[in-house]
């Protein structure tokens, strides 16, 4: 049998994914190894031990201060703020790309200006967005549509213009109107590819949120790990690190667990 028709089963399938995450570990084990053997109060690279112990201080201890954890008031002020940001791009690139796909008029109009935002870097605008909305909530969530609106657009119109042009000609054949043709031919056909787009999305909307947080902010958690890097709190710094990333794995396997379920007919996504 070719390679390309095997597939491991499901045990050994698991023990496959886990290999690279556990080659990671061992690997920083044996340097954090190293470095604390020349020097005990080395803080660049802490023992897992030592990162264990801060991240369970982190999560159950509040501040002295506010009486309040920091760590789940960072966490919920991101979140919030991602979801938001993900939400509006999400219906404004859905709405848009159906529009562009569709509409020839609208897709002469608008398609070489999304081309052109899309190639606009979105933390080049970062000051801007802080001189026009100011520090607060509002421009921390317009860099996150900035960023990924355009993309999402021209994905979403890409996949309109994709369908068969047989299913168009047919639902006008059976006197289907635009807006029917748009939302029961085209609708159904692109919210797999839209769910698709925003697991894309995700890995720079957390960039741009912690690249705003960090700048200009009192919560969240890109601004703790800005806070806590000028004492090279590397403990704190990699505990919210590995967070965000198990964040963001939750995120895409929800996601990818959604569109599973509401559209089985899609096939297999990674």
């Known amino acids: 049998m070719r390679w390309i028709n095997r597939k491991p089963g499901p045990a050994l399938a698991i023990l496959l994914a886990a290999v690279p995450f556990v080659a990671v570990l061992i690997v920083y084990m044996i340097g954090s190894e190293m470095r ?3 020097n005990p109060q080395d803080k660049l690279l802490p023992a897992p031990t030592t990162i264990l112990s801060t991240a369970e201080r982190l999560l ?3 501040d002295r201060r506010s009486g309040e954890i920091l760590f789940w008031n960072d966490t919920f002020a991101s979140l919030r703020r991602l979801a938001l940001g993900v939400l509006i791009a999400a219906t404004t690139a859905l709405i848009t790309g159906i529009g562009i796909g569709m509409l020839p008029y609208l897709r002469k109009s608008f398609a070489p200006f999304v081309s052109v935002v899309s190639m606009v870097p979105p933390l080049a605008i970062l000051p801007v967005l802080f001189i026009l909305l100011g520090l607060g909530e509002v421009s921390k969530v317009a860099l996150i549509v900035i960023g990924i609106t355009p993309f999402l657009i021209r994905d979403m119109s890409q996949r309109v213009i994709d369908l068969p042009s047989e299913q168009f000609v047919k639902a006008q054949t059976l006197g289907a109107s635009s807006t029917a043709i748009a939302l029961h031919v085209v609708l ?3 919210l797999p590819r839209l769910i698709a ?3 894309l999305s995700l890995g720079p909307a957390w960039l741009f949120l912690i690249a705003a947080e960090a700048i200009a902010s ?3 958690l890109g601004y703790r790990i800005f ?4 004492y090279l709190a590397m403990d704190v710094i990699l505990t919210y690190v590995v967070w965000i990333t198990l964040l963001a794995f939750l995120l895409d396997l929800a996601l990818r667990m959604l569109s599973k379920r509401a559209f ?3 096939g297999e996504a990674l």
């Open 36 to 38: 604390l053997a020349v």
């Open 60 to 62: 159950t201890e509040a």
């Open 188 to 190: 159904p056909q692109v």
């Open 197 to 199: 787009a925003v697991r």
């Open 218 to 220: 009192d919560q969240g």
């Open 227 to 230: 806070l806590v890097r000028r």
């Open 264 to 266: 089985p007919w899609d």
